[in-house]
């Protein structure tokens, strides 16, 4: 059905679909909506869920972490400092193979302190061992929660997915949203059948000491489900789109890029602002076009080689920055091209957006024609030199 | 009970050590129909080196300091699934997981109303990463990062009344026992399993190693912190005092006298007046003196 939903609201519904017998998280803008939606949901008795308000995000993590052990399907959603002090338990789900749902509504770092939209939090835990997925609108945001289910539970994975979201973009955006029905759901997503659950009538020890002898292999096992997660997620899209007609490649969606000379490599709500310029650019007869990220972890490096390699000129544009370094998703497309003979003679590398600084049309139209023949390693776009003089003096 | 243990031998705690017996008198308590869920720590580490492990109960670690939170999601995942009146969950940790780096998971859960028992095995400093002090080490206790020195006589700080935070929560029931008493110890915990809602166990655990007192002296060590009164035996039901282990006072030096993290006090009476004065005042407050025994 579809209907004007505000992305929150729309989230908390379709985890409500995905029926998860437990839920904790810990108040932080802007994921707050999501879970005050869901809790009224279990206030009201349409959602069978044991909602627990806890005294910090890292018990949030905790609580969902004991729950999924115990075989309970579990959500939980936070942000920026809130995603930061579930660090330590972030990496344990991963590392016990822990099937999760999270939502990171994308939140700018302290200090100084600033509630608006970048990705410098969730791209923080990209070695955490999550699966983590960008989402550019509110539908896409709704459907990855479900297909991140799905393929967080499946045997073959049991790893934890962070889907990402732009906060106040996307969770507090309004937009029209086609929400799943409860039947096909429940078609779509099984309940959680866990391969391994703490049960008086089977004893087991979870969450051993692995000394040098085995440590290794733990985390080899995970980079190894990653790279099989490359061939997973378009499998589970695929069967995602034969249920509710929504066509996701899941790894990266390439637009209007077949015979581009410059293309703009993106993740997030952004890529909406690109696609339409990307159209007003067309109608004027200039080659361009839009790689979307959606899959970071695994980052999907054949997919983006495939996508690019015949592309003159890539921007990549991130809403992060490594800070004494590059910008993380310039890094990644990079290595994708290292010791390659097919690669864009230009690859370049802007930030912008940061701290919840809109990026305008402009904006990209600036990227667009910033991707000359000189190549950018990591140029900020709209930044004010004015207010850096001030601050140098 | 099935013939499998609950809690196996063949662990790689230290001879001696009060933490492995107190946990194996715990579990045996609590039954087989009891989920765990652990702290890091030494209980942790020597109980559960991969591939091995000594529990025979379902058992979980995460970190540091969320067995509470854990425990919390475990008991929430089990009322989910309706098994949480046939099942009971025990969240556990040392003193600094439960005093210092847990207290406020800890806190949430006695918070929250979970149907929990959370036991802290008490040695009195951080023993798995070398004997540093914690929150629970006593008084001028002589530890890695409370030395002696020619400007210290050890921790300056008497130990942090956990007993009375946890029961300012308003649970139902809080506890001390210690691993020199074990019927007293069993006795309570069946009693707090039977409770239902948030349960606070602390258990008085000597740690050889760390105490430097002869593997052997244990039960021994155990039993003198109590008879001296400086580690009362009570039980607080609802906020009310409802219970607290009479003795006939020992002087404190019967019992310091056993360990070396205490020898330097041994010939400084105005430290050992210090600790006197820290046992004679939990006689009183909790009444711990033996009426029968009282002549003068």
């Known amino acids: 059905m579809k209907e004007f939903q505000?992305?929150?609201?729309?989230?908390?519904?379709?985890?409500?679909?995905?029926?998860?017998?437990?839920?904790?998280?810990y108040p932080i803008t802007p994921q707050t909506h999501i879970v005050e939606e869901l809790a009224q949901l279990v206030a009201d008795g349409k959602l069978n869920s044991q909602f627990i308000n806890v005294e910090s995000e890292h018990s949030a993590a905790s609580v969902v972490l004991g729950a999924a052990a115990t075989g309970v399907r579990s959500y939980t959603a936070t942000s920026s400092q809130g995603l930061f002090y579930m660090a330590e338990v972030i990496f344990n789900i991963a590392g016990m193979r822990l099937p999760l749902v999270l939502t990171c509504a994308n939140r700018a770092i302290s200090a100084?302190?600033?509630?608006?939209?970048?990705?410098?939090?969730s791209i923080s835990l990209r070695d955490s061992g999550w699966i983590q997925l960008y989402a550019e609108d509110i539908q896409e945001a709704v459907d990855l929660h479900l297909i991140g289910y799905r393929i967080s539970e499946d045997k073959s994975m049991m790893l934890p997915v962070m889907v990402c979201m732009d906060g106040f973009i996307l969770t507090h955006g309004i937009e029209v949203v086609d929400m799943p029905q409860q039947q096909e759901v429940d078609k779509f997503l099984p309940s959680y059948k866990p391969l391994y659950k703490l049960d008086v009538e089977n004893p087991i020890s979870m969450g051993l000491l692995a000394d040098p002898d085995y440590y290794t292999e733990t985390r080899y096992a995970i980079h190894d489900t990653m790279k099989d997660a490359l061939t997973f997620i378009p499998k589970v899209t695929a069967e995602f789109a034969k249920v509710f007609g929504r066509n996701y490649n899941g790894l990266l969606e390439e637009y209007r890029t077949k015979d581009a000379e410059r293309v703009i490599v993106s993740m997030g709500s952004v890529c909406g602002t690109i696609k339409e310029v990307v159209d007003e650019l067309r109608a004027k007869g200039k080659k361009v076009g839009l790689v979307k990220i959606t899959s970071f972890r695994p980052f999907?490096?054949?997919?983006?080689?495939?996508a690019l390699k015949d592309i003159p000129k890539v921007a990549i544009l991130d809403k992060s920055v490594s800070l004494g370094s590059y910008a993380p998703l310039a890094v990644e497309i990079k290595a994708a091209f290292f010791a390659k003979k097919k690669a864009p003679k230009i690859i370049s590398s802007?930030?912008?957006?940061?701290?919840?600084?809109?990026?305008?049309?402009?904006?990209?139209?600036?990227?667009?024609?910033?991707?000359?023949n000189k190549e950018r390693p990591c140029e900020f776009i709209d930044l004010k030199p004015e207010l850096l003089r001030e601050s140098y003096e | 009970m099935s013939n499998e243990p609950l809690f196996s031998s063949g662990h790689t705690a230290c001879a001696g050590c009060g933490q492995s017996l107190a946990a194996r008198l715990v579990i045996e308590a609590a039954g087989a129909n009891t989920i765990v869920v652990n702290n890091t720590g030494c209980l942790e580490v020597f109980s559960t080196k991969y591939p091995e492990t000594a529990w025979g109960v379902p058992w979980i670690h995460s970190l540091f300091e969320n067995a509470a939170a854990v425990a919390s999601g475990v008991e929430g995942a089990l009322k989910y699934l309706g098994k949480k009146d046939s099942i009971n969950v025990i969240a556990q940790a040392g003193d600094g997981g439960t005093a210092d780096i847990g207290l406020q998971a800890?806190?949430?859960?006695?918070?929250?109303?979970?149907?929990?028992?959370?036991?802290?095995?008490?040695?009195?400093?951080?023993?798995?990463?070398g004997i540093q002090r914690s929150g629970l080490t006593p008084f001028d206790s002589n530890t890695t990062t409370s030395p002696l020195g020619a400007q210290s006589l050890g921790n300056i700080r008497p130990k942090k009344p956990m007993p009375e935070?946890?029961?300012?929560?308003?649970?139902?029931?809080v506890a001390t026992c210690s691993v020199g008493l074990t019927q007293d110890l069993q006795r309570k915990v069946k009693k707090a399993i039977a409770i239902k809602g948030p349960k606070y166990l602390q258990i008085h655990v000597p740690c050889p190693l760390g105490w430097r007192h002869e593997p052997g002296l244990t039960i021994q060590v155990g039993k003198l912190a109590v008879d001296?009164?400086?580690?009362?035996?009570?039980?607080?039901?609802?906020g009310k005092l409802t219970g607290a282990r009479q003795i006939q006072p020992k002087p404190v030096q019967e019992y310091l006298k056993t360990q070396g993290r205490f020898k330097h006090l041994l010939n400084n009476p105005q430290e050992l007046a210090k600790i006197q004065e820290i046992a004679d005042n939990n006689i009183k407050k909790y009444n711990l003196k033996a009426e029968s025994q009282t002549g003068s």
């Open chain 1, 6 to 25: 505000e992305g929150s609201k729309a989230v908390a519904d379709i985890v409500s679909l995905c029926k998860p017998g437990v839920i904790s998280a």
């Open chain 1, 112 to 121: 100084p302190i600033n509630i608006w939209n970048d990705q410098q939090d």
């Open chain 1, 300 to 306: 999907p490096a054949a997919a983006v080689f495939d």
């Open chain 1, 350 to 372: 802007f930030v912008a957006g940061l701290g919840g600084r809109d990026i305008t049309k402009d904006s990209i139209k600036e990227v667009f024609s910033l991707l000359t």
């Open chain 2, 106 to 129: 800890l806190s949430g859960m006695l918070e929250r109303g979970h149907d929990i028992l959370y036991v802290c095995y008490d040695n009195e400093a951080y023993m798995n990463t």
């Open chain 2, 165 to 173: 935070i946890a029961m300012a929560h308003g649970i139902p029931y």
């Open chain 2, 228 to 238: 001296t009164g400086l580690y009362p035996l009570i039980e607080y039901e609802y």
